[in-house]
């Protein structure tokens, strides 16, 4: 405590700053409070004043305590020099030399692990330099070799482009000229059904299946036939063309990311530790978003390259396929084409013959109408008949509903009554069923008649169906090579 001054009742003294060693290392040991609190002595608060209990009213930490007991003992020794003896010493001198001692061969110890730390992170920093720069000739190497790769295979793909392409624009003639040979058999096959179109317009007898009919009924199915082949094979080369573009399109991704790959491959062979550009990624090296290995890498190019060459050995025989189908769908119709022609004139000599046996058959079809229609009158009158007893029957049952109370009894006269309407009925309900047979069945002697009549008036018509009409329409046959897709 430094002594500041006092009175008749009060002395005043702050205390002095801790007489602590200067701090010589950052190890805790050099910390420590070499001041140890000294036993308070009971009288020591009479000297305080009421302004020093006001500043320290708060609940003092063991360490003030300490501290302040420690002031007041210095300050009672200071005021009351016989007490000095009272004190005893802290630390002794040897125990000032230990400390001293410690503390340098704390410092020796100190340094030489530093030291030695320092020896062995220069020469794991020139370790690591060496590793980490040979790593990254590795990996430069590396990445060279992946370029030379990518190369290769591009020019693989190049090759294969290019044949898909010329294949493809084969293929593309080849369309072409099917589908002018396709349009071009509907000229034919319109003249066919119009020949069939104009035959139907024969009625009755005339309308026969006759050679000239299953000649040109052929000749649709022969030339629908030949359509469906041309638009079998239409849709497939179509379907072709769609997966020579698939295989090009898959060749051209292919050859876009392996030249975007390239780049990127390229960009990074180049980079330098002074090129621009480059930066930290931290967790990078634990993001794996590959999505193959170098086998499955090449094997894709390979399959793609296969799939293509695949595709163009299939566009290959399909356009053999249509030269021949071309060759042969042209013949089979030029034949039927002949066929039908004397099948005509064949027809048109018999026609003439068929007239004279039209006139007994309207005949025998006028009488069977007058029959018929007697038929249907005695019909009428049958069910005419009929209703009388079935008026009896229902009047009947209907007066024996009155009977009163016990004696409305279902007796045997009610049943038989019951089954009195039920077969009048029912006999009613089939002459009905014959009258509607009847009267269709005169219905069809008429239409039949009619049939007759009309065609006594329309073999003249046959005949001009036959050699004006059908004939010449005929003459539009196209020729062989508009057939084959030729123009």
Not at 176 to 195: D, F, N
Not at 227 to 232: I, L, N, T
Request: proline share 3%.
């Amino acid at each position: 405590m430094e002594l500041i001054g006092s009175t008749l009742t009060a002395t005043y003294a702050r205390p002095k700053t801790s007489h602590f060693l200067p701090t010589i290392s950052t190890m805790a040991s050099s910390y420590r409070n070499t001041q140890p609190a000294l036993a308070m002595h009971p009288s020591a608060n009479q000297w305080r004043t009421s302004s020093y209990y006001k500043s320290s009213s708060a609940i003092p930490s063991p360490t003030s305590i300490r501290r302040d007991n420690l002031d007041l003992v210095r300050a009672k020794t200071m005021f009351y020099p016989s007490n000095r003896t009272v004190l005893t010493t802290r630390y002794t001198p040897d125990d000032w030399f230990k400390s001293n001692h410690s503390n340098y061969m704390e410092s020796v110890s100190s340094r030489k692990s530093a030291e030695r730390l320092r020896n062995d992170t220069i020469r794991l920093m020139q370790d690591r330099e060496q590793i980490t720069r040979r790593t990254q000739e590795n990996t430069s190497k590396n990445i060279g070799e992946r370029l030379n790769d990518i190369v290769f295979w591009k020019s693989e793909l190049n090759h294969e482009i290019d044949n898909i392409v010329t294949e493809t624009a084969a293929l593309t003639e080849v369309k072409k000229r099917l589908e002018r040979a396709l349009a071009e058999t509907e000229g034919p096959l319109q003249v066919s059904q119009e020949c069939l179109y104009h035959r139907e317009k024969r009625m009755s007898i005339d309308l026969v299946h006759d050679n000239v009919e299953k000649n040109l009924i052929k000749e649709v199915e022969v030339i629908k036939s030949c359509q469906e082949k041309m638009r079998r094979h239409l849709d497939q080369a179509i379907a072709q063309l769609a997966a020579n573009r698939a295989a090009k399109h898959e060749l051209d991704r292919d050859m876009s990311d392996k030249l975007t790959a390239q780049r990127i491959d390229d960009r990074c062979h180049h980079l330098r530790n002074t090129s621009d550009g480059i930066g930290y990624y931290r967790g990078i090296d634990r993001l794996d978003p590959a999505h193959s290995v170098p086998d499955s890498w090449s094997k894709f190019t390979d399959d793609n390259i296969l799939h293509s060459q695949s595709q163009r050995a299939a566009s290959h025989r399909l356009r053999d396929e249509i030269e021949i189908l071309l060759s042969t769908t042209s013949n089979d119709m030029w034949n039927q084409f002949n066929s039908v022609n004397i099948e005509f004139t064949n027809r048109v000599s018999e026609t003439a013959d068929a007239k004279n046996s039209l006139q007994t058959h309207l005949a025998k079809t006028l009488q069977e109408i007058f029959q018929t229609e007697m038929l249907i009158e005695s019909l009428k009158k049958a069910l005419r008949d009929k209703e009388c007893p079935l008026k009896v029957a229902q009047t009947r049952l209907e007066e024996r509903t009155r009977r009163p109370h016990i004696e409305l009894c279902r007796d045997n006269p009610h049943h038989k009554l019951v089954s009195e309407v039920r077969e009048i009925e029912d006999t009613i309900h089939k002459l009905q069923q014959r009258l509607m047979e009847a009267e269709q069945t005169l219905q069809s002697l008429v239409k039949t008649k009619v049939t007759l009549e009309y065609d006594l008036s329309v073999k003249a018509n046959s005949l001009f169906l036959d050699q004006e009409k059908c004939m010449s329409i005929r003459k539009t046959f196209p020729s062989m090579p508009r057939l084959v897709g030729y123009s």
